[in-house]
Structures are given as C-alpha cells and as structure tokens.
C-alpha cells in the first residue's frame, strides 16, 4: 500500500534523486550515460522533464551565462546561487558543481567549498579539475562522504598553461592522463571527465577504469556525454565547437519570436483586448470625475 504521503502509483525510489552509486550501476550494466550542463531553474526543469539524469552546474557559466572570456572569474557564490537554482529545478537528476578556480587549492578549501556548494545549494556532488595536484583534496573530501567527479584533459581553468586544444596526444602525457585517471579513482571519485582527449585513448581509459568516464570532445568510447545546454540547442549563432552536435535552433526562434514582439508593438498590433482587462463604466466615470 502506497504511504499518504507519497504520491498515487508513484513508488518512494522513484522520489529520491539520483546518487553516485547509480552512477556506477550505469556503467555494470552498460547503460550509456547522459549528462547535460545547467545553470537556472527553467533549464533544469526542461531537463528533469526529458529525463536527464546529471546535470551539470559547470563554471563555464562565466562564459556563456555571465559573458566572460574564460571560467576563470566565477566566484563560489556564483556556483551558490547558480546550482541552488537548478536544484529547486530538478527532483530525480543528480546535481554536480564546479569547484570554481582556486577554490580547492588546499584540503581545508576544498572541504570549505564543497560545504558551500553541499549545504547552501543542496547539490549531490562536486566536480574539480586536475590530476595528481588535488588528490589529497579528493582523499579528504570523498573521507567526509562528499562525492566528487574529477576531470582530465583538457582543463579550461588551466587553459592558459595548457590552450585550447586536444590533449594528450603523445606517448608520456597519454600516460600520464592513464595514471591520473586511475589515481582519481583510487582517492574514491565516483566519474571522471575526459575533455577534448584522443578517442582511441578516451576508449581505453574507460576500459581500464572501473567509474564511468564522461566524455566531451573524446569520442565514443567513454561511459556518458556531457554537452553544454547553449551548444546543444543551438542558443548562439556561428560555428559550434567540434564536438557538439546543435539538435536545433533555438537562438534564432527566440530572435525571430522577438522581432515579430517588436513589430506588433511598433504597429500597435500588441497588445489587444485579449491581453487586456476591462473595468465597469460608472466606476470609471466615478473615479475620473
């Protein structure tokens, strides 16, 4: 018998969010592993109601929400407040934010932030970039029950040491993403993401490891995908990056939407009776008199 408090033909595991060790069921099984990028509230329920399962609260807010050039200015309450609202968006997608850059630079900021981003925004899971530099800040956060998402190749808040390009495409430093790889998930992260790395080695990297990997720019051999929301839908016009693939075009239906607003306006077409409320005659003689 279903409890009072819990919905009619809806059961109580399909009330709980997602977790980590869902995440890792994907993967035994064989699931293919879908994650998107959100920032605000309407997108997350967008993507709560087609059924994506990890949402991404990442830093590149800075650069498609907040117009800067790098991630590299998004403070931690920008991530606050960004992630708290995708939470109150979503009810079953597990929540993952961005350590924001520096924030994790040390064991005891890694935990500060991540009791932020845990506690003030609700998420289920922090995400931080880098290798064998922030392993003792993985050991230290996932040792006090927080679950963390590393990301390797590249790294955009090191992209001023590394560019924005494909990483690891020679002998040592394919190597050496394989030991990072395999380090992160032996500090306890639960996923790993592989951005913009050769597919043959993003596919033996997720061969090897046993936590799904999650590929941007890798191929199809990784566990799961993650796409950034503005590139999937088509939200700026030009050329988008090689690895997304734009499943349609909403910024032109939003310009075109908002011309056609502009010209019923300017030809007094907008707004009409219908978008108009109307008041009884002697009360507005009254008031006028």
């Known amino acids: 018998m279903t409890p009072g408090w819990l919905p009619a033909r809806q059961d109580k595991e399909d009330l709980m969010r997602l977790t980590r060790l869902d995440v890792q069921k994907m993967k035994q099984a064989g699931e293919r592993i879908a994650m ?17 399962p990890l949402l991404l609260v990442g830093d590149s807010l800075g650069m498609v929400v907040h117009g800067h050039d790098t991630t590299l200015p998004v403070t931690l309450d920008d991530m606050v407040r960004h992630a708290a609202a995708v939470v109150r968006g979503s009810t ?3 929540v993952v934010a961005d350590l924001p850059f520096l924030t994790y630079a040390s064991e005891a900021d890694a935990v500060a932030s991540a009791r932020r981003l845990m506690q003030d925004a609700g998420v289920g899971a922090v995400k931080l970039e880098g290798g064998a ?23 955009p808040q090191a992209q001023h040491q590394l560019g924005l390009r494909v990483q690891a495409r020679g002998a040592a430093d394919a190597r050496q993403l394989l030991d990072d790889a395999l380090a992160l998930e032996a500090a306890g992260a ?11 080695l993003a596919d033996a990297v997720s061969r090897r490891l046993h936590i799904p990997t999650i590929g941007i720019g890798a191929g199809a051999g990784c566990d799961g995908q993650v796409q950034v929301w503005h590139d999937l839908l088509g939200l700026f016009p030009g ?16 310009e075109n939407a908002l011309r056609q607003y502009v010209a019923e306006v300017q030809a007094g077409d907008f707004p009409t009776a219908a978008q108009s409320s109307g008041m009884d005659e002697a009360a507005l003689a009254e008031a006028l008199g």
């Open 133 to 155: 530099p922030v392993l003792p800040g993985v050991r230290r956060l996932t040792g006090l029950g927080v679950p963390v998402m590393g990301h390797l190749g590249l790294t």
């Open 92 to 94: 079953r997608a597990l």
């Open 190 to 200: 639960f996923a790993v993401v592989l951005e913009l790395v050769p597919a043959p």
């Open 239 to 254: 050329k988008s990056p090689r690895h997304a693939r734009r499943y349609a075009e909403i910024g032109t239906l939003i």
């Open 36 to 52: 998107l990028t959100a920032y605000d509230h309407p997108s997350a329920v967008l993507a709560e109601r087609a059924g994506v």
